[in-house]
């Protein structure tokens, strides 16, 4: 069976701290790998997804980046936190077109203080 | 992806059956109507996905009407665990990179 495993779980980071959270899947291989962003109380907003190695599409302009550099590992990385880089982050996968039955990651909770 | 419109919040009591309708006016030919359940600090769930008349799980029923301009989805005799939001999404399977959420519908069960 597959399953998609996403760490840390909770991550306190100075202000201009560099990030990294790593995501990864098994029991399947070439997914569509995605991460989304909910702030709190909000709804989830779509930041990357790829679907192959080395292929990232950005679908939010911010000071986020994301890298995929294995089949199904995929990286979200920041150079420098910013106060509103603080939120729930999720990692998903899916099997590609025509899958609407994403899996996701338990998150990781990132707080910039 | 076609716009999707659903009720804020709802309210409901253990027992009941919880019927959630979203609005999609401008739904396409080739477009699925799939639903995700989320608990507060958790990734969302894969609940249903349907394309017209009724789809009937474990979890959830799923109603779409034959001009498919809205769906609703029937959580029976629900209890407070089902406390969660549920979102709505409307699109093509044949491009399905890249699910966009709205704000979904925040349904409390009360004891």
């Known amino acids: 069976s597959q399953t998609i495993h996403q760490w840390p779980a909770t991550l306190v980071q100075p202000v201009g701290s560099p990030l990294s959270l790593e995501c990864t899947v098994e029991?399947?291989?070439?997914?569509?790998l995605y991460w989304y962003r909910q702030a709190a109380g909000r709804g989830l907003q779509l930041l990357f997804y790829?679907?192959?190695?080395?292929?990232i599409s950005s679908e939010v302009p911010q000071n986020l980046s994301a890298s995929r550099p294995q089949d199904r590992q995929f990286i979200l990385s920041s150079k420098k936190l910013l106060l509103s880089d603080s939120g729930f982050y999720l990692c998903?996968?899916?099997?590609?077109?025509?899958?609407?039955?994403?899996?996701f990651g338990s998150g990781t909770r990132l707080t910039v203080v | 992806l076609a716009k999707t419109t659903q009720p804020i919040s709802m309210d409901s009591y253990e027992g009941q059956e919880v019927n959630i309708t979203c609005s999609h006016n401008?739904?396409?030919?080739?477009?699925?109507i799939t639903w995700y359940q989320q608990f507060p600090s958790q990734g969302p769930r894969f609940i249903i996905q349907?394309?017209?008349t009724k789809v009937t799980n474990e979890v959830a029923s799923l109603f779409i009407p034959a001009d498919r301009k809205s769906s609703t989805l029937s959580l029976p005799r629900v209890s407070l665990s089902d406390t969660a939001v549920y979102y709505c999404?409307?699109?093509?399977?044949?491009?399905?990179?890249?699910?966009?959420f709205g704000s979904g519908t925040r349904l409390l069960v009360r004891p």
């Open positions: 998903a996968w899916s099997r590609g077109a025509g899958d609407y039955g994403y899996t």
């Open positions: 029991g399947t291989s070439n997914p569509n």
């Open positions: 999404l409307v699109g093509p399977m044949d491009s399905s990179y890249k699910l966009i």
């Open positions: 401008n739904i396409a030919t080739n477009d699925y």
């Open positions: 349907g394309y017209k």
């Open positions: 790829s679907v192959g190695i080395g292929q």
